[in-house]
């Protein structure tokens, strides 16, 4: 959701320019320029935030940055060393007045209970104090600004040559079960690569798949929610490559469906 | 002995409580108890990770005597003619006065060890031999025939005189035996971590007949035989890490039907009583009810977390522990559950190691699969007083021990 976010509003900035052809371009940047630093002093929820999460016998610590872009979406990162979160994106950032609220994209999502949230309240200009929801649980934070936020964005997918394009087959062996695999691969101008991910073993797994890449003649489809990947390389028109799971690598060869 | 009779059927004489009222008692040992408690003439009896066995008065929960090994002690003893036998970590089979825990004799084994493999559940790195960090049970003897039988993580089924701590004669698998023998007509019956479940001679030592399990070369996930097995009328049923609950023929080692769980490890012993099979699974945390002639479901019911305790059926109850905390008691016909208890560290969740519904919090638990994280969060998971032990039921008092350090006795 975020990436589509920060796509969709990168993609706004020269519709803007071009609607206003018409007027001097230094006014322009006066106005953007302006517009960014009225949203910095009226949104003190911007920033590196630094601090403790308290949850029961162990004390975490964590790192929430928070900024708008131009067009004023809040985008966000988190981290948290002592769970291997570094850089997670922050969805459904809601920041109004001082309430402050948003929720972790990817990681720390168990299926019962949905995505971890942060819901938050700030007092003055620096300090961020509330509470952090995940698995049910509940656990207090208190963060303090440190600097201007620095926000890591979200890895996006790249664009696929057209023969990788279409549907592609096969099958592999894990735990003594044969898996059925389809891997229907587009490219699209706005969102680079995307890929539907199905693999077929005692049910049918729809695998969602949040990243394409193609380095050279590399291609990556990772499901980071299901911390399934593929990676191939395009030979004789022929994907040969590996699934991989938890570090297990099971060889793959895809063939294009006739 | 573990499982109540040679056979290991699993069943308590008379019945368990259908109502929690109130814990009798509470007995802290000096670390987690993974051990299952037996009793005799009104004494529990149970080892500890701290390296001690314990006897423990049944009633007032007061300790009688401990007795040091060199190592945990996550097997459960077996009472026989005033002597309780019991293996360590240390690689010693201990047997002790059960009055006053005198050492009669000990047994050097070869040593124990973890099951280990690399690239094992697909820790990493792959190339590197890594212990099983869920391998968390020794073996526990079973006496016959002026013997005691057990496994060691050796590879051998040894036989030792119950008198003199002489050994009768040993047989060699092919790895790791966790999994405690079963005796009947004659025969015990083991599983292995090589795949194979043997049944061998108890006079001679000699194989009879071996059943071959699945097999896992990739991950070492979906391979040996954890569980014990229980026999009856003939059928030895055992669970396996290959998901399936196996019945086979006593008699010839043939298999007559066998219940998937799709992956999901049966590390739980199977109880066998009134003609039907209760056991449970480890990550699909299922309780399942077989008819033990066909292997058909009769009932299955979904639990909260991870059961490696077995199955205890005291009349119309059956009790299981389970690695979240609590022990569960549940209608013997229906499933359905009566009454849980939940451990003090259970409640507590240091490090929201559970979820709010006593589910597994995946994030906080599992880090990654590189290096020590595995190892660090297998830990993290038994923290919350996993209850690994299998409970024991003895004139309405139920017993069983848990990771946080005690063995409890609740009526």
């Not at chain 2, 259908?18 to 040992?29: G, L, N, Q, V, Y």
């Not at chain 2, 049944?58 to 005597?65: L, V």
């Not at chain 2, 010693?92 to 690239?119: P, Q, V």
């Amino acid at each position: 959701m975020l990436a589509r976010a920060l796509q969709s509003s990168s993609a706004s900035l020269p519709a803007m320019i071009k609607l206003n052809q018409g007027l001097n371009m230094k006014l322009t940047l006066i106005f953007i320029l302006t517009g960014a630093l009225v949203c910095r002093a009226e949104e003190p929820a911007a920033g590196r935030w630094e601090g403790k999460l308290h949850i029961p016998e162990r004390e975490l610590q964590l790192i929430v940055d928070l900024a708008q872009d131009n067009g004023g979406t809040w985008k966000g990162s988190i981290i948290i060393p002592g769970l291997n979160v570094k850089g997670a994106a922050l969805a459904d950032i809601m920041a109004k007045g001082s309430d402050l609220s948003c929720t972790v994209k990817g990681f720390l999502s168990p299926q019962s209970s949905g995505p971890a949230k942060l819901d938050g309240h700030l007092t003055g200009h620096s300090t961020l104090a509330g509470n952090f929801l995940e698995g049910g649980n509940s656990a207090p934070f208190s963060l303090q600004k440190t600097g201007p936020a620095q926000v890591e964005d979200a890895p996006r997918s790249s664009p696929l040559s057209k023969e990788l394009e279409g549907e592609w087959r096969g099958e592999y062996e894990a735990l003594g079960y044969k898996r059925q695999v389809t891997l229907k691969l587009a490219s699209h101008a706005d969102t680079g690569g995307t890929a539907d991910f199905v693999i077929v073993g005692k049910r049918v797994n729809n695998l969602p798949v949040d990243l394409v890449t193609l380095e050279g003649r590399f291609l990556t489809v990772d499901s980071h929610e299901t911390g399934l990947s593929y990676e191939g390389r395009l030979r004789n028109g022929e994907l040969a490559g590996v699934v991989i799971q938890n570090g297990t690598e099971i060889p793959l060869n895809l063939h294009r469906a006739k | 002995m573990f499982r109540g009779d040679a056979a290991h059927t699993g069943l308590c004489a008379g019945t368990a409580p259908r109502e929690f009222h109130r814990i009798k008692w509470k007995f802290p040992t000096g670390n987690r108890i993974v051990s299952s408690p037996v009793w005799s003439d009104k004494i529990l009896y149970f080892g500890g990770d701290d390296g001690n066995v314990y006897a423990v008065d049944a009633e007032t929960g007061r300790q009688i005597w401990k007795r040091a090994t060199g190592g945990p002690v996550p097997a459960t003893p077996a009472v026989a003619d005033g002597t309780v036998y019991i293996g360590s970590y240390d690689g010693k089979f201990y047997a002790l006065d059960a009055h006053t825990g005198e050492l009669k004799w000990k047994f050097r084994t070869e040593g124990e060890r973890r099951f280990e493999a690399k690239g094992i559940h697909g820790f990493q790195p792959k190339t590197q031999t890594i212990a099983d960090p869920f391998d968390v049970f020794l073996s526990s003897p079973v006496v016959a025939q002026g013997a005691v039988y057990f496994g060691s993580g050796d590879g051998n089924l040894y036989a030792v005189d119950t008198v003199t701590g002489e050994e009768r004669w040993k047989f060699k698998t092919g790895d790791v035996v966790h999994s405690s023998p079963a005796f009947a007509d004659g025969v015990l019956f083991i599983g292995s971590w090589d795949s194979y479940f043997y049944a061998v001679d108890a006079t001679t030592g000699k194989e009879k007949w071996r059943f071959h399990g699945g097999e896992d070369p990739l991950v070492h996930n979906q391979v040996g035989f954890q569980s014990s097995p229980a026999v009856a009328n003939g059928v030895v049923y055992t669970g396996c890490r290959d998901s399936n609950l196996y019945a086979i023929d006593a008699a010839t080692g043939k298999e007559k039907w066998r219940f998937n769980n799709e992956l999901s490890w049966v590390i739980t012993s199977p109880a066998v009583a009134q003609g039907k099979v209760y056991f449970a699974t480890s990550d699909s945390s299922l309780y399942h009810v077989l008819d033990a002639a066909t292997g058909k479901s009769i009932l299955h019911q979904k639990d909260k977390a991870y059961m490696f305790s077995s199955p205890t059926v005291a009349g119309d109850v059956v009790l299981i522990g389970v690695l979240n905390g609590s022990l569960v008691a549940r209608d013997a016909k229906t499933g359905n559950t009566l009454w849980e208890y939940q451990t003090e560290l259970s409640k507590e969740n240091r490090g929201w190691v559970l979820n709010a519904d006593r589910t597994f919090n995946g994030p906080f638990v599992f880090l990654s699969n590189w290096r020590e994280d595995p190892i660090v969060s297998a830990d993290r998971q038994f923290a919350v007083g996993a209850i690994f032990s299998t409970p024991l039921v003895v004139n309405r008092i139920v017993y069983f021990g848990s990771t946080d350090g005690f063995m409890y006795a609740l009526e």
